[in-house]
């Protein structure tokens, strides 16, 4: 199954930086509502530099590894940065499978281009990086009006 | 008719004739061995084969759950329901996420006028005592009984925007009647007994001139001409599927995104939520807030592949072929002077729809002997009583022409009718 | 499931591969080029050919808007759904004048729900606050959120019989939550999750002992028991076609008919009047009254068809069949330690709907898991969301049973099955 | 067309006893919600007898004539033979064709034999007849309970 390739167990096992953490500048909690999966997650912004991503996430490994990747590859990162990744990622799961991801960009990521061919399941990976996106918002960092996030 | 449809060229025999073959009713004979000649499409219409092809593939290949499934069936079943949800989309010039699916066009108009009571106390939809309703006296009960029930249940006033003796809108009344008290505005496009098509940009702007939210009863508009919601503009729009080729058992209402989004929920159950608790549930963004249960999947291909049918005619020459067949019709009866039709005689905005009554004889009696020649028309009030009571009678014949009408069909019609005067033993 | 079923015989090899030889769907292979298993017939179930040949055959023959017209199509049309109303009431038990075509149980559920904010002030029927509507935490949405709503828009309060940690209701909770207060008890009769089957007669006796109207939800019964309206003792039973070999876009609601006469309009429109005036209108009588629009006449038909067929093989035997494969079912996984079962374990009171989790495994991962071998399962919430709650999960894996499922499937679900705690490197 | 025979027509043209008479002890309105089709109908008993029955009829020949084979009938008889002519009429009505009539119960009824071929036009023949059936209601005649009027 190439859906469940080694480094989605590893991730969804082991998830990255998970857990909710002080302090934040916004916190937002989003639902799967076919299946009720959940995440809450939280941003810390240090001017154009995401500081931090915390998250606590209630799911299947799909969901839980790309929180986990999000939060691996964000983290630190300058906003503009982040953004781009997350532009990619929605990219590639909505792509039915035919982009299959940068790794440049998306970093462990292109682990999950294989959600892309089954539709039921996008929603599951794009949960996290719909969280964060919205985080943004609240928190009011500025997205690029480019972006289709 | 809209006059941007005259350029288009009409059927030729030979189109009309291969079309024709695509419907396997139109074969059956009737009454007495007569072949069945249908001039009842406004009621329902036949479906070209490829429609229930569309449908039997649906149930035999992708049968499932839509929505509810992760499995293989469930996902390539919900990739067809919303690809055909795009294509009807298209169809009348609206992105998918502005498509609701119900049952039919009443569903449709009934989850419109629900919204104005379901909505809570304080929102600017909710409707009480003060406010009003405007319709139209030519309305369908289906656009009409919804908006009574809707100012009973809200202590609302209803009023209506009379017709003339030709068929029109008195649109003179209007400025009276569409005030800052209106809170909606809800009118049809094209009227199923009169065949009057209305000048509906100019009543939603008026409409929108008064703040009030414009519905369109687009049931006779959407399988005869061109229809772009952008155009019209108004704010909801519903129509059927079994009228336009499609199945029974789907309707559509399309609505503006932003009025979409601030309409409550109507049906409720599967499929429509956010979150359940058993303190209180969040219901999705349209249109899936408004498509509770197990979604008709089936019916909703069947009708992407009736739109996609109608679009290889063109619904320009759509358009062209009935505007050909009404003026041959209204003037069959023209000649006829025991016939007085009711609705405008005149071709100009006018679709194929023609009510009328035969002087001395009853409806019912006039249907009668056009079904004994294999003619099936529509007789009764055509759920338009309040209009039939206007224009002082109990009940008119009428004939609707679809794509797949001949000439030769309306010939049949005529002479079948000049048994009426014979039968009931009138002076004609 | 009840005793009265364990006499009859089950499916023989031989008529099982004959009945699946009706499912063209059931030959279809998915992922890897697996046959497909179907397990998810508690969402919807697959149609045999005799169900697509009636819809079509109705469009291609009969084709017309029934209830409507004088001529001959719409005649034989009205007859046709007319028999199918008196078929599909002879199937639970009810003459036809208390079967209401709707779209699907979640309209059913609806129609019943909103009677009682739609009933004017003062009647029987209608809501305010200190009343109460009782339901159970095993619901369906269609019959949770429907109620939610109705407590919204009167003012009344929802209370809910808790379910024990077997999957059972709660009974010892009945007495202090079923009071005089109490106007409305719905619950289902089976789960679509846990496949508990309700004592129906009991509770129905306990409602009405408090003067409350009793609401059925047999979307899960009426598929694969023998039900039998008088025998429940109930005031209102919704199910859906879908579920039940029928074609989508078509439920029931059935209701004694003295309610039912009682019961206020609710989706208004076309065919469901008595007279109609601008300034008000009165309504026909019941089944008409709640089937505003054009009848879904080719659905009607279908479901009819369905209904032969299962008539055909006998629902005890249907009842017998799906028990055996759940005996099978529930014996496999009970041998894996990994797996635990949500809702009864034993065959007492139990339909074929079973839903597990594998520890350490989410549902979604567990579906993925079998889909890959074609094993069609649900994973989610089931539209039970607060159920799941009560059990402290988010989702379960379920399998569902149908007439045609065979205990081969079954084998292949269950080898499928062993293949999650390899992928997910579980100790097993 | 065997449904519009001589002996309906004329009854259509020259309605029997039509028309809204004084005194009565029970008026009833009917109408048949398709087409729109209204009865008023007005009885007069004396004793057991039917002793007037008169109506304003709005619809089609088919009905028409039925109120006035209605009026002609069952004006002057017993009530007791009155409701038989109404269940027979009803019978034959709802027989789909398989009930001829019978001239001596239902007289001049039976020249509307073939509307029960015309299932859609049997409520325009029964119209009147059920308005019938609902004004001795309503005048409180007793009605015996074997009759399925
Ligand atoms: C128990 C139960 N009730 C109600 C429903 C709703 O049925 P539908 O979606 O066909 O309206 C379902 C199925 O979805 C069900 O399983
Ligand atoms: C103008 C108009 N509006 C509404 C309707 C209702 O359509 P439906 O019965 O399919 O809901 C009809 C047809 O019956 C119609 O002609």
Redesign the interface.
Known sequence: ?D??QELI?EHS?RPRRAGLREPFDAEVHH?N??????VTLRIRLAGDVVEDVSYDS?????SIASASILAEQVTGRPLTEALRTTESMRAMLTSKGADPGDEDIVGDGVALAGVAK????VK?ALLGWMAFTDALNQAGAEIPKESHV | MPSHDTSARDLAPEELAALRADFPILTRTVRNGNPLVYLDSGATSHKPVAVLDAERDFYTRLNSAVHRGAHQLSEEGTEAYEDARARIGRFVGAPAQEIVFTKNATESLNLAAYAFSNAPLGSRLRLGPGDEVLITEMEHHANLVPWQELCRRTGATLRWVPVTDEGRLDLDALPALLTERTKVFAFTHASNVLGTVNPVRRLADAGHAVGATVVLDACQSVPHLPVDVADLGVDLLAFSGHKMLGPMGIGVLWGRSGLLEEMPAFLTGGSMIETVRMEGSTYAAPPQRFEAGVPVAAQAVGLAAAVDYLERIGMDRVTAHEHALTERLLAGLAERSWVRVVGPTDLEDRGGTVAFVVEGVHAHDVGQVLDDSGVAVRVGHHCAWPLHRRFGIAATTRATLAVYTTPDEIDTMLTALDRVPEVFGLAS
């Open positions: 199954m859906l469940y167990l096992k639902v509502p076919t299946c009720g999966d959940e209630l799911g299947c490994s799909i089954y539709p039921a399941r599951c």
